[in-house]
């Protein structure tokens, strides 16, 4: 059997409005018996529904020397299923009006299609078949395999600072997976077989290890009806696992790397701190670091390290601080300064380092601060906007051991930051043993560390 | 001066969606604007365009009026860079800056609250703008490292070598942020002079999506843009797409080559540009059913990603794609990239083929409407090109009205599988430039 609609014709313009409802953004959510987790959010302003099935699956639940399987399995639940030929999937999709694609981390693979809210039970009959119907015949594999290799070419390979990080990643972490790319490494990746692809999918593709998060103009009774319909039958895997990765030794020792590259033409320099991520009941720290990310290295015209070295000296012509917070594991905060001209990449180190001393002297102007807080809550109003944004703040945390609640506490969390639980949270994390510093460099640039 | 009311013409666009109400609006001091109330979420977005944008660049000041657009926020008013970006954050607004070859784009978010002061300082950005010499050096000294990483980036090496082929000397033959010798020489005064060329009144296209009403949207026109200039550079004129047919290669060391190839194409206002928007869609249009990502990444693995696309410029007009593809699959890549254009050319679409993509078309468009932002740029952008607001309404039935027989003769129309130019960047295995 196919999936294949009778009158295409008559789908295009029979899109009719819900009655306009005030609240964007309102969430429902409830688990169906076999352990699915459902998460439905509403926005009644367009006639559209942002589709999503989440695993609790990624690149760092991999088995060791077999990298990038996650991500290759992405790709290959895009071929036949018992029910669908190779591509009908997509086919369908498009010949709905809807687009779809797929996306992998260390932590979650995650599928999605956005379409007219009247297809969603189409689009879970076809999700929830390929979720345990899976073929893979060895043609697809070889082709397939190609195409990931193509794109570790286009990704990684063609690109110098993808190269840098690449390898200071694997620097930072001595024992965790996190160390091992997502795409995988190229000599791992060339021999990834059927085998190891089958093994993965039926390791983790179960609706007891998923999360359907349905975003849009639809209505929470509906959406269940239409999961316990075609998700329901489905049977859980039972007794999976607890996610329990390689934990990282005591760090001891800094780090530091070069990678030098005939294609970079701007050098820059990059440090990688160890830091912690939100946990569930616990995400104090990791709103702090978020804060702290901000006032060093947000906008540049404002931030700690921007205003030092781009306005009040011209050591750079960029700088910025990173954090994600929503992570399984310890994550990363990351510095990046891109130097001026004539500035050598050790100048420009030293500049950052002095930079992040004296403000751990002189601490937070309160001014910034509130600005910044003041940002950070307007910024859940201009979320409102895009549902599908809503949709994956969901997907990421609660493949990440956040619940519902931590997510809808977030915001809270982020306005209760003080000043003292930026500078607390700064004090524990820098911490160079703690650290990868790399440089970017061109291959004849002479300069020694 | 005597103060009109504000003037507002209603378009109901049913039956795409039965609220959009696009309001045509005229301030009192005579700016019009397209306005959707929304007044579910507390803030509005603001899309501005003024036509022209880097094609109104002066002659040897290449880059200048990009350079411009990134000092519009460095510094306005009495209020210097960090002063401005400091009491932007204060009102938690947004304000985005760019310039592409055809026009200069404003976009602004700002919560309903802070309305007034928001509107202040864009104002303040677009009509007295400091161009102080610290941020002039600051900010050229970040398009200078941009620039510096284009020498070594073959995505952009292909551009720019695609660009100077297809459009000699006219601005769309060069990148539109200059090179590092065309920026090294700019001097406050070429600011200005960019400045007074791209910001004028004769050139503004204004779309509003939000928590306002027609005549409180009518007030920020009028103080967003009543002091600002009535003109400023004439439009540049239309250029030839002129590329002979053949393969470009530009050595670069590295694992995988990129391929950027097109010829001549079709205009905007073309009676068979919907029917060749629809034919594109099938041979390279973006998604997983295409032909192109068929051949050559379905069947083959031969590349991660490739696309057709029309690319109506309002000054030119050609059918463009790209992809990469590695050193020793590259000249196959190319053959079949040949072959599908060919065939594309001779046989056309089929009728399964044409409406699949009639369907997706049709149903994908209603799907862009879904937020504030999204239809603040539609908005703007379909003023830009000319569109009046019941496009929206009309649009899928043009898409609809293609028929099998004028798709395959649009199609056979537009590909021309003898004038191909391919640029090809890095060492690909058995191939090498024509002449």
Request: glycine share 8%; aromatic share 8%; net charge negative.
């Amino acid at each position: 059997m196919r999936f294949i609609l009778g009158f295409l014709a008559a789908i295009t313009f029979s899109i009719s409005m819900s009655p306009t409802m005030a609240s964007a953004g309102q969430v429902t959510d409830f688990r169906l018996d076999n352990g699915m987790q459902v998460v439905v959010v509403e926005d009644h302003r367009a006639p559209v529904v942002v589709h999503m099935v989440w695993y609790k699956a990624g690149a760092a639940d991999e088995p060791a020397g077999r990298s990038g399987i996650a991500h290759f399995l992405e790709h290959l639940l895009f071929k036949a299923t018992t029910n669908m030929e190779a591509g009908e999937f997509s086919d369908v999709v498009a010949a709905n009006g809807g687009s779809d694609n797929a996306f992998t981390s260390q932590d979650y693979t995650a599928y999605f299609q956005r379409i007219a809210a009247d297809r969603l039970g189409l689009m879970m009959q076809m999700e929830s078949d390929r979720m345990r119907n899976l073929l893979l015949s060895e043609g697809d594999i070889a082709t397939e395999r190609d195409v990931i290799l193509e794109e570790r070419s286009q990704r990684t390979d063609s690109e110098p600072g993808a190269l840098l990080r690449e390898q200071m990643t694997a620097a930072l972490y001595l024992n965790h997976p996190y160390g091992v790319p997502v795409i995988g490494w190229r000599h791992e990746m060339e021999t990834l077989s059927r085998a190891d692809a089958l093994a993965f999918y039926q390791r983790f593709y179960a609706p007891d290890n998923a999360i359907l998060i349905v975003a849009g103009d639809v209505l929470p009774d509906d959406v269940r009806a239409l999961a316990q319909q075609y998700y329901g039958p489905l049977a859980p895997t039972g007794n999976l696992p607890e996610r329990l990765r390689p934990s990282e030794p005591p760090q001891l020792a800094e780090r530091r790397l070069i990678y030098r590259d005939a294609r970079v033409s701007q050098p820059y320099v990059k440090r990688s701190y160890l830091a912690p991520e939100r946990d569930s009941g616990n995400q104090t720290t990791a709103a702090a670091l978020a804060y702290l990310a901000r006032i060093l290295g947000g906008n540049s015209a404002t931030s700690v390290l921007g205003q030092a070295l781009q306005f009040e000296r011209q050591i750079a012509v960029y700088s910025r601080a990173g954090y994600s917070a929503t992570s399984l594991d310890d994550d990363t905060f990351s510095l990046i300064v891109v130097p001026s001209q004539d500035v050598s990449l050790t100048e420009a180190e030293e500049a950052m380092d002095e930079v992040i001393a004296k403000f751990m002297q002189d601490g937070i102007d309160l001014e910034q601060f509130e600005r910044i807080k003041m940002q950070i809550r307007a910024s859940e109003i201009y979320a409102l906007d895009d549902v599908g944004d809503l949709a994956e703040r969901y997907g990421r945390a609660l493949t990440s051991g956040l619940t519902i609640a931590d997510v809808q506490a977030w915001p809270q969390v982020l306005q209760a930051v003080t000043p003292e639980d930026v500078m607390q949270a700064a004090q524990m994390i820098f911490d160079r043993n703690k650290a990868v510093t790399g440089w970017l460099m061109q291959e004849s640039t002479e300069e020694t560390q | 001066m005597i103060r009109f009311a504000t003037l507002i013409f209603i378009l109901f666009t049913t039956p795409l969606r039965a609220e959009i109400a696009i309001q045509e609006v005229t301030s009192p001091g005579g700016i019009t604007a397209w306005l959707v109330e929304e007044h579910s979420l507390p803030f509005l977005s603001l899309e501005i365009r003024f036509r022209g944008g880097s094609s109104l660049e002066a002659p040897d000041k290449r880059g200048a009026i990009n350079l411009m657009t990134g000092l519009l926020e460095e510094g306005a008013g009495d209020l210097d860079a960090r002063e401005f970006a400091q009491a932007r954050e204060a009102l938690a607004a947004s304000f985005g800056f760019d310039v592409g070859d055809d026009s200069l784009s404003v976009s602004a978010e700002f919560l309903s609250e802070n309305r007034d002061q928001a509107i202040a300082l864009l104002r303040m950005a677009l009509i007295e703008p400091a161009f102080d010499a610290s941020s002039i050096e600051r900010v050229r000294g970040q398009v200078l490292s941009h620039l510096r990483s284009r020498i070594t980036d073959p995505n952009a090496i292909a551009s720019t070598t695609f660009d100077a082929l297809a459009y000699g000397d006219h601005p769309y033959g060069s990148y539109n942020s200059g090179t590092i010798e065309s920026v090294t020489k700019l001097a406050r005064a070429d600011i200005l002079d960019a400045f007074s060329r791209t910001i004028a009144r004769d050139r503004i296209y204004v779309a509003a999506v939000g928590d306002i009403t027609a005549t409180q949207l009518g007030d920020i026109l009028d103080t967003l843009f009543q002091d600002m200039p009535e003109t400023g550079a004439p439009q540049a004129g239309h250029v030839a797409f002129d590329v002979p047919a053949g393969i470009t290669l530009v050595d670069f060391e590295t694992p995988q080559s990129v391929a950027l190839f097109g010829h001549v194409g079709i205009t905007r206002d073309d009676p068979d540009f919907f029917a060749a928007y629809v034919v594109n869609q099938i041979l390279g249009g973006g998604n997983f059913s295409s032909r192109l990502m068929d051949e050559l990444r379905e069947n083959r693995g031969l590349t991660y990603g490739v696309r057709s696309y029309l690319l109506p410029y309002f000054l030119s007009e050609s059918i463009m794609g790209r992809f990469s593809s590695s050193n020793d699959s590259m000249a196959e890549a190319i053959d079949l990239v040949r072959d599908e254009w060919q065939k594309m050319a001779n046989t056309g679409v089929t009728a399964e083929e044409l409406s699949a993509a009639q369907t997706f078309l049709t149903g994908a468009y209603p799907l862009r409407f879904d937020g504030n932002g999204p239809i603040a740029r539609i908005m703007v952008g379909m003023q830009i090109i000319g569109l009046p607001a019941d496009y929206i309404a009309t649009r899928n039935d043009r898409i609809r009205a293609v028929t099998l027989e004028y798709a395959n003769r649009v199609a056979a129309r537009i590909y021309k599988p003898d004038a191909l130019h391919f640029v090809v960047v890095g060492q690909p295995d058995g191939l090498q430039s024509s002449q």
